[in-house]
């Protein structure tokens, strides 16, 4: 399996999603599960054999990693789906899928076999996926937020919170059991769990952002829209510190984080 066969794999379980919003919308449950679930199925296919041809998790470019932000998405998606029978996060979830998948498309990277020795622990695998699940759900929260502030045209409905603030519980559960797994292979790697280095720090920052809402929300006289706000704030958060850490100065030769560094 190699990097150019990605674009049909990707074309496949973009209309099978595609046609799975579709049917959300037209209040088909049975076609909306089906074709997202086989949509899944075929976009992981090309996970696991491009795992098998690489001989290690594709997690250690920042492409590997959009590759499973598009995959996580549309499982969001059908879990809120599933939950909640909102007919829009489907149709949302594979906009926003499309755009990464579109982003590896026309800015693909190299993908060898090589490892650092680092990044050869136990550790390493189930710490990306799980936080890379984490972005995913955190993703659907954040299009929950912007359309309640932006697009929701009566007064928010307590479910309607309710779901954004189910949604934040399950991605900073699993950004906690993350940052775990990141802590245990730092110790093996590195030997110690935490160093604040520039990822580090920043992934601490977005863990408390998330954390002041779910504090906030706790509040009797919060105000909604300063919370869907903090919502928004800490996914800016979010995005720096999964990838616009790369851009920042202090992070060149000082982050091992930093995916442009030699392996």
Known sequence: MTWEQFIYFAIAAVLLWAVGAWAAWREKTALAYTSTIIGLAAFFSFILMMWISLERPPLRTMGETRLWYSFFLPLAGIIVYSRWKYKWILSFSTILALVFICVNLFKPEIHSKTLMPALQSPWFAPHVIVYMFAYAVLGASTVMALYLLFFKRKTIADEEFDITDNLVYVGLAFMTIGMLFGALWAK???????SWD?????AAITWFAYLVYVHYRQIPTHKTKLALWVLLISFVLLQMCWWGINYLPSAQGSSVHVYSLPS
Do not use: C, I, V
């Open 198 to 202: 520039p990822k580090e720090t920043w």
């Open 188 to 194: 093996e790697a590195w030997g110690h769990y935490w």
